[in-house]
């Protein structure tokens, strides 16, 4: 069964830090660019970072640069999100998705295969 879980998510005070997982299941995720979106309500989905199929290369939103880390492990075929210094404004359902081979972007009309979404709360 192909899946993509993501988990992490929760409760902090503003300034705080979480760190979400993207776990694949049934297929390879080192194959593909990953990128993480979020999405407050109310608000349109957001592009906060994405990393590359290949060489690890990432790129983030200008409103997360600095606080927030992509990285890869390909052996537990998962990927992360480090996000340090977390805002109130940072609060939203964060999802990871797939798109094929390649440096990834932020423009989610790119992406083929989400995962669930998990919800994150930053608290002032």
């Known amino acids: 069964q192909v899946q993509l879980v993501e988990s992490g998510g929760g409760l902090v005070q503003s300034g705080g830090s979480l760190r979400l997982s993207c776990a694949a299941s049934g297929f390879t995720l080192d194959y593909y660019a990953i990128g993480w979106f979020r999405q407050a309500p109310g608000k349109e989905r957001e592009g906060v970072s994405c990393i590359s199929s290949s060489d690890g290369s990432t790129y983030y939103a200008d409103s997360v640069k600095g606080r927030f880390t992509t990285s890869r492990d390909n052996a537990k075929n998962t990927v992360y999100l480090q996000m340090n210094s977390l805002k109130p404004e940072d609060t939203a359902v964060y999802y990871c998705?797939?798109?094929?081979?390649?440096?990834?972007?932020?423009?989610?009309?790119?992406?083929?295969?989400w995962g669930q979404g998990t919800q994150v709360t930053i608290s002032s």
């Open positions: 998705a797939t798109a094929p081979p390649g440096r990834g972007s932020l423009r989610w009309a790119e992406y083929d295969y």
